[in-house]
């Protein structure tokens, strides 16, 4: 029944003309204001086609302009954030006030907005003059509050009929607008709220428990459901991300990356309506080219995910002993000797393991969080330690270390990156990735490049480098598209700077540049042939996408992407076949491929 359905809807499609010529060089999509966008009355038709479950954008800083000013509402947006105790470090350090606009739980379950402080672009904030109007700008111009397949096929068909540009949205915290675009109708998963728990998933590729997720359920949601079952999942450390959007279909790092595999390599199947229209169940076995490109080729880009299925794991005690030392009374030379030994010793704490180190230094200040899981004894612990610790007392560093056991996965989550469900990790940041191979660390002149990059990276005092360290080639796992660079990498670094509401936008997007032509090239040329996490990536990087995002599963990945969106109705800024787009002088969308 479903299947006949399926069919006739993708029949619908192929029936439907290419996109419109609206520029004599390439096919654009048209945007507000073009003779083709479609008439209100044909807005009115979707709507109703959808359940009156149409939308029109109204940017939530709205209240902080003319002609709709709301002051209660407006203040509510720049109220400084409540760390409930001391504020972390980095505020500190940099003297910050982050308000509500710089926490994720604003953006998410609001249709179409952006947490992206580059791709806000001043449209429509709290921090501009009132008497500025507030824009759509880069935001979508409608979104459908998906229910369910036939709200997306309602909408690709009509993106498709009417040449209007598409964009899919979940949350809004992608840092390459690949969840809003200018001119766009938006398919908005963020309601697709279903759990389950499989007590005995039974496949020739997996056996036992798992959980299955509609799309718009959140990271600490979704932790918390899998936590009441007595099971823990593999996300990543900020409670307001998607799990089925583009934090699991780009590879998605985490805590549990060594015990359990990437994000990605936790998915049993992913339910999706493709470019065509079509309805699909997808499995290692069942359309395996689509599960394996979903399955880390990047969210937006193979159709729109309505649900997924994912590997849980047993609950367990964690321990989390953190490190950490300073430069001021130890000198500089010393501290950053302490770093290139902390690099060092990665492998011998993580490889082969299911431990985990997150860690961030500044120019002065260092700091690391690591996850032993299960019931690791502290004689273990501290003989896995050992190593590092005693070449650290070698060269002098004085450093402090505390211990924290916590019973359960949940509660270390909680303590750390919580309180649970969101936690307080700000999206309003200028920053860029790269993965570091095992090799790096362990040559030492190779590692002494590397500790160059980071030097350079926060000498000004602006910059903190963050970094998750693991084995990320452990589990096994169905084959997927997760970046190969990963399996031969020993950690992950983010070079990252905190926006300034308070000075000009020039300022701000000067620090950018600084990243991304001096720091950026810096640590690629420390870790030749590695690549960038496609999620975490600046949208101005320079290095070649293909090559670092995707490496060698480009082709095939563009291959599907081609057989299943051959509307060429997924775009987003550095996904794959992104190339075949360009945008022309007025801000449309044009398909230039083939
Ligand atoms: C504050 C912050 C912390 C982060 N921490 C981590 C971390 O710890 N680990 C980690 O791995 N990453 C982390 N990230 C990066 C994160 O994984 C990406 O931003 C990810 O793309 C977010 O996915 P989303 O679906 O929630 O967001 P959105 O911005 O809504 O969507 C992101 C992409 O997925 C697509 N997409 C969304 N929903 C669907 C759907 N239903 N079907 C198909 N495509 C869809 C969108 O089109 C877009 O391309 C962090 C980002 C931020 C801003
Ligand atoms: C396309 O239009 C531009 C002006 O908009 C003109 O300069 C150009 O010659 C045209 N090209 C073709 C192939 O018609
Ligand atoms: C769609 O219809 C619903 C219900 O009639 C209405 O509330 C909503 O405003 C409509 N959306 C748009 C964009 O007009
Ligand atoms: C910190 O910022 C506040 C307000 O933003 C300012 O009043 C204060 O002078 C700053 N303190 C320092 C030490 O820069
Ligand atoms: C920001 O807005 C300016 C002016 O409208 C525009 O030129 C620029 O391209 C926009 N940038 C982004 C990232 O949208
Ligand atoms: C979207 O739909 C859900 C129900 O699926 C509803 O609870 C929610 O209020 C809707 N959101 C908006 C902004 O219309
Ligand atoms: C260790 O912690 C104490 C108390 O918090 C602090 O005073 C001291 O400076 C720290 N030492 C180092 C080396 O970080
Ligand atoms: C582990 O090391 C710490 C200090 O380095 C010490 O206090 C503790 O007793 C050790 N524990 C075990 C079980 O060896
Ligand atoms: C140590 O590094 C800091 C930050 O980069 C710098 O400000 C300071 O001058 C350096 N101190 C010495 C003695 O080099
Ligand atoms: C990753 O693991 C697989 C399976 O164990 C192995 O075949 C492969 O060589 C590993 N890759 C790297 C880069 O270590
Ligand atoms: C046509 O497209 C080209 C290339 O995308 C662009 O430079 C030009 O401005 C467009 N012309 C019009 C009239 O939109």
Same mark, same amino acid.
């Given at each position: 029944?479903?299947?006949?359905? !399926? ?105 179409? =907005? ?267 612990? /501290? ?7 005693? =070449? ?44 570091v191979p095992?090799w790096v !660390?362990?040559?030492?002149?190779a590692?002494?490049k590397l ?21 990320? /080639? ?49 640590w690629d040329a420390a870790t030749p042939g590695s690549g ?63």
């Amino acid at each position: 029944m479903a299947a006949r359905l !399926v069919k006739s809807a993708a029949a619908a499609f192929f029936a439907v003309s290419v996109i419109a010529k609206t520029n004599n060089s390439s096919t654009c999509r048209y945007i507000p204001g073009d003779e083709g966008w479609p008439a209100k009355s044909d807005w009115e038709q979707l709507n109703q086609t959808v359940g009156g479950r149409l939308i029109a954008t109204d940017p939530q800083a709205h209240v902080c302009h003319t002609p709709t000013v709301d002051k209660a509402a407006c203040d509510a947006l720049k109220t400084p954030i409540d760390w409930h105790g001391a504020p972390p470090l980095y505020v500190t350090r940099l003297n910050l006030t982050l308000t509500q606009w710089d926490q994720s739980e604003t953006y998410i379950g609001k249709p179409a =907005e952006t947490m992206d402080t580059y791709y806000q672009n001043q449209s429509c904030d709290p921090f501009t003059s009132t008497s500025r109007p507030c824009e759509l700008g880069n935001l979508a111009v409608f979104s459908i509050n998906v229910s369910g397949a036939n709200d997306v096929i309602a909408g690709l068909q009509f993106a498709q009929r009417k040449n209007v540009r598409l964009s899919i949205h979940n949350t809004g915290h992608d840092y390459n607008c690949k969840s809003c675009g200018p001119g766009s109708l938006s398919l908005w998963t963020y309601n697709l709220k279903t759990t389950e728990f499989i007590p005995e998933y039974e496949s020739s590729y997996y056996s036992g428990p798992a959980a299955k997720f509609g799309a718009g359920m959140g990271l600490g949601d979704s932790l918390l459901f899998a936590s009441q079952h007595g099971h823990k999942l593999v996300t990543g450390e900020c409670g307001t991300l998607g799990i089925a959007g583009g934090h699991s279909q780009g590879g998605g790092h985490g805590v549990l990356n060594g015990a359990y595999g990437m994000a990605a390599d936790n998915v049993l199947e992913w339910e999706l309506v493709t470019g065509e229209g079509e309805h699909l169940f997808v499995t290692p076995e069942q359309h395996a080219d689509l599960y394996w490109a979903l399955s880390g080729g990047g969210g937006g880009t193979y159709g729109v995910v309505l649900s997924m299925k994912v590997r849980v794991h047993p609950e367990g005690p964690v321990t989390g002993p953190v490190l950490t030392f300073t430069a001021p009374n130890v000198g500089n030379e010393t501290y950053w000797k302490a770093i290139e030994i902390f690099y060092k010793h990665l492998p011998t704490i993580v490889k082969g393991t299911s431990n985990s180190i997150q860690f961030t230094f500044w120019n002065n200040n260092f700091a690391a969080l690591f996850a032993f899981l299960d019931q690791q004894t502290s004689s273990v612990i /501290n003989s896995t330690m050992r190593p590092l610790l005693a =070449e650290l007392d070698e060269i002098g560093i004085t450093y402090n270390i505390t211990t924290e056991k916590t019973s359960t996965y949940k509660d270390y989550y909680n303590t750390n990156y919580g309180p649970l469900p969101y936690g307080l990790e700000s999206p309003s940041t200028t920053l860029t990735s790269r993965i570091v191979p095992e090799w790096v !660390v362990v040559d030492s002149d190779a590692n002494a490049k590397l500790v160059d990059a980071a030097k350079l990276t926060t000498e000004s005092g602006l910059f903190q480098v963050d970094c998750t360290s693991s084995d990320f /080639n452990r589990s096994s796992h169905p084959d997927n598209a997760v970046l190969p660079a990963w399996r031969e990498a020993i950690v992950a670094c983010n070079l990252l700077a905190f926006w300034d509401w308070h000075a000009p936008l020039s300022k701000n997007l000067e620090v950018k540049s600084t990243m991304v032509d001096v720091y950026a090239p810096a640590w690629d040329a420390a870790t030749p042939g590695s690549g960038v996490y496609l999620n975490e990536v600046d949208s101005s990087y320079k290095g070649d996408f293909k090559q670092t995002m995707y490496g060698a599963n480009y082709p095939r990945l563009l291959s599907i992407k081609h057989q299943h969106d051959p509307n060429h109705l997924f775009y987003g800024h550095f996904t794959v076949g992104s190339d075949e787009f360009t945008t022309d002088g007025s801000g449309r969308l044009c398909y230039d491929g083939l």
